[in-house]
């Protein structure tokens, strides 16, 4: 554990340098190596790993390479992306303690609250967007990823009431976070244009997010 945790922090770090200075061609390079790494050693890691955990993570690492190429392969990334959120949010649910009528509440308030940050989200964003295509689909795919922080919220709540695997419930938690706020950040620079180096908040956020939900579900162990 501790090798990788130095590993993985090492090629984190160097990958965010090549993107604060704009390497492309180094930073295209070390980029798949992120998701790669935390898929294998998730399946190796993971006691036993869940198929739908490393499903979602190998959706990362296709998304990732799509999102390298050209903006013909924007669409298959971003579709590899909401098909690995299903799949955390079939994880989350498989996790959750107790008896889900108790925390309908909670659930109700994150609801309510990440429509309004969706919403207000997808109306700034709206207006700088003139392909119908990604007009119809930002507010789509930001409400799914919103979802996963929903089911997120509950079971760490849900976690909290049993006793058990809160810590690791609220790592899920704060992955669920970062992705929503890397997807913003790049939906911020692709259409309104206005994140300098956009590469280097999109990536310190989205490796957060990923590696938080790879050490979460660890932690939380099977379903």
């Not at 109700?108 to 919403?119: D, M, P, Q, R």
């Not at 992955?175 to 590469?199: C, E, P, Q």
């Amino acid at each position: 554990m501790t090798g990788f945790l130095i590993y993985f922090m090492a090629l984190s770090l160097i990958h965010l340098f090549f993107c604060y200075f704009e390497m492309r061609v180094l930073r295209m390079i070390t980029k798949p190596l992120i998701l790669l790494s935390l898929s294998v050693f998730y399946a190796f890691h993971a006691k036993p790993a869940d198929p739908m955990v490393l499903i979602a993570l190998i959706c990362g690492l296709v998304g990732d390479v799509f999102l390298m190429l050209d903006d013909r392969f924007f669409l298959p990334g971003a579709f590899s992306f909401t098909v690995g959120h299903g799949f955390y949010i079939y994880a989350i649910c498989a996790r959750m303690q107790g008896d889900l009528k108790q925390h309908i509440i909670t659930a109700a308030i994150a609801l309510t609250a990440y429509i309004v940050i969706v919403g207000i989200c997808s109306a700034k964003l709206e207006k700088h967007v003139e392909n119908k295509s990604f007009k119809a689909l930002m507010p789509t795919y930001l409400g799914i990823v919103a979802i996963v922080n929903v089911l997120a919220w509950v079971n760490l709540i849900s976690r909290i009431a049993s006793g058990e695997g809160a810590f690791y419930a609220s790592l899920i938690l704060l992955g669920s976070m970062f992705f929503l706020t890397s997807d913003t950040i790049l939906a911020r620079a692709m259409f309104i244009k206005d994140v300098k180096r956009h590469n280097f908040p999109v990536m310190i956020t989205y490796i957060s997010a990923q590696a938080l939900l790879c050490f979460g579900f660890i932690g939380l162990g099977a379903a």
